[in-house]
């Protein structure tokens, strides 16, 4: 299984952000794919009224330029996301539903059961032609109810890939994961599925290097650490694409990503949310070599 990076920044990075014109979200995109990103969460169809900062979706996949070999993904809460994203000719969807009730209800103002329901409706939707990626938010643990057992995750799963998703993500939603909750969750679940990382706590990087050495291939990441879920007080921005293509880089895996760029990809993004990232190697660099 090879290494898979989903750039997440353009949606779940700029989510949280006060809202980013269509043309400026338009060049992210445009300069994460020159940098060697190759799996882009592009945009959310959701309404603008209930996020701001994603509205516009279809204007923003109209006007970006489709490189060979990228796959553009959008984020759909329900049949109608899908409906949209369908019509903008996007190449995936991603689905979150959470594994903690509260939160699920919070988020997506549904129960669990009919978050599952909508992806029944959502794979309908897609007939076959759209990879379904559902995201298990709180897969780790839960600001509203603590820790969420791995039954009760992998339960979920279970009918999420029921329901028609083609592949799995666990996302640490608020930060609680550590490296053996991590395989504890891949002991039961198995390794062929993506994580969604968070570094509330400061362990994205260790998180995802544990899941590496496990036989993880597939993370979401975030330019700069973009970020947030604005459900959970205190959750800090996404594990940074730069920080794990750097540790990756070190343990001579390729990437396909060119860190150079990257950074330059990292001061447009701060440029564009008026604020420093959080990410340590965006701030310093990668090392010194002779």
């Known amino acids: 299984m090879s290494l898979v990076l989903r750039e997440v920044g353009p949606r779940d990075g700029l989510q949280a952000e006060s809202p980013v014109d269509v043309g400026e979200r338009v060049r992210l995109i445009a300069a994460l794919v020159a940098a060697g990103l190759s799996d882009i969460e592009a945009v959310a169809f959701v309404s603008p009224r209930a996020v701001p900062s994603m509205a516009g979706a279809t204007e923003v996949m109209a006007a970006v330029e489709r490189a060979p070999g990228v796959r553009y993904w959008a984020l759909v809460p329900n049949v109608r996301g899908a409906e949209m994203a369908v019509a903008a000719e996007v190449d995936g969807l991603s689905v979150t539903v959470s594994a903690s009730a509260a939160y699920n209800e919070k988020n997506v103002h549904i129960s669990i059961d009919e978050s599952v329901d909508a992806v029944d409706g959502i794979a309908k939707v897609a007939d076959g032609a759209l990879p379904i990626d559902a995201v298990v938010s709180c897969a780790f ?31 640490d939603t608020t930060g609680m994961a550590t490296p053996p909750r991590i395989t504890a969750l891949l002991d039961s679940v198995g390794t062929d599925v993506g994580l969604h990382l968070h570094e509330t706590r400061g362990t994205g990087l260790v998180n995802a290097f544990a899941a590496w050495e496990a036989g993880v291939r597939r993370f979401d990441t975030s330019v700069g650490g973009l970020g947030g879920s604005p459900f959970a007080e205190g959750a800090a921005g996404n594990l940074a694409t730069e920080q794990l293509v750097y540790l990756l880089d070190e343990l001579g895996v390729p990437t396909g990503v060119d860190l150079a760029r990257l950074l330059e990809v990292c001061r447009l993004a701060e440029a564009m949310v008026g604020h420093p990232l959080p990410s340590a190697v965006a701030r310093a660099g990668p090392r010194l070599s002779g």
């Open 141 to 171: 643990g839960s600001p509203y109810e603590g820790d969420i057992a791995v039954a009760t995750v992998r339960s979920l799963a279970r009918r999420l890939l029921d329901a028609g998703a083609t592949s799995l993500t666990f996302a």
